[in-house]
């Protein structure tokens, strides 16, 4: 490889020859360094807006295509009233399903929810944070988010306390969808953060306990809760 196409801490491991040997691209594809600010082209200045240096790899299948939400639009248009999301709570029992427009349903009603308590404030200072697992809210979040023109953050209790507070600090976090309320508890007694709502997914102890002592800086809600109360 050229050693125009890597950087000091690229020579000091052998990343690039792995990242070889897995992808195997094309000679004229730039190598892309692990570092955050390489990992990605800007494509606009003026927003920011940015792509995969590997997209020249792809091809559009479908033409009408090109962001998040178009995905899902599209995935609506040819199947309505078709299964969308599914859950199950053990594997002994069936999945119940959301239909496309049922999702669809959601995704209108949590975007102009978050729109109605967050407001319409610059990129930067509205993103939404997401800490949990994997979940029909975290796909309805998601993609209410890239509707409504809210950046998201995902956070991991893997990543560790450290990594977790430089992120609220950075990203001045002030909404957050937290899987249960020992999660909400985690961030709200854990971190000092800009966080002033909070909206869980799942009920249990934790979260009308928190909804008592945390009362006094921030609005908690269960997900279906802030569904019907905000938006009504």
Known sequence: MPSKMQCKLCLQSDYPHQYYKVHKPDVSEPYVCPHLNKQSIIIDSETGARKSPFTTRFTLKFSDVRTVKDLFEKGLETSRFQPCLGRRFSQDE????????????????????????????????????????????????????????????????????????????LTGLRVIICDSGEEAFHILEGFSSSINLVIVVNDGPKVAEAKVRFSSKVKIYLFEEFLVSVSA
């Open 94 to 169: 069936p999945y119940i399903w959301l239909k496309y427009i049922e999702v669809d349903d959601k995704i209108q009603v949590f975007g102009s929810a978050l729109t109605k308590v967050a407001g319409h404030i610059p990129w930067d200072d509205n993103c939404v944070g997401i800490y949990g697992r994997n979940s029909p809210e975290w796909f309805i979040t998601q993609h209410a988010c890239a509707a409504y023109g809210f950046p998201i953050v995902p956070i991991y209790a893997t990543l560790g306390d450290e990594a977790m507070r430089h992120i609220l600090e």
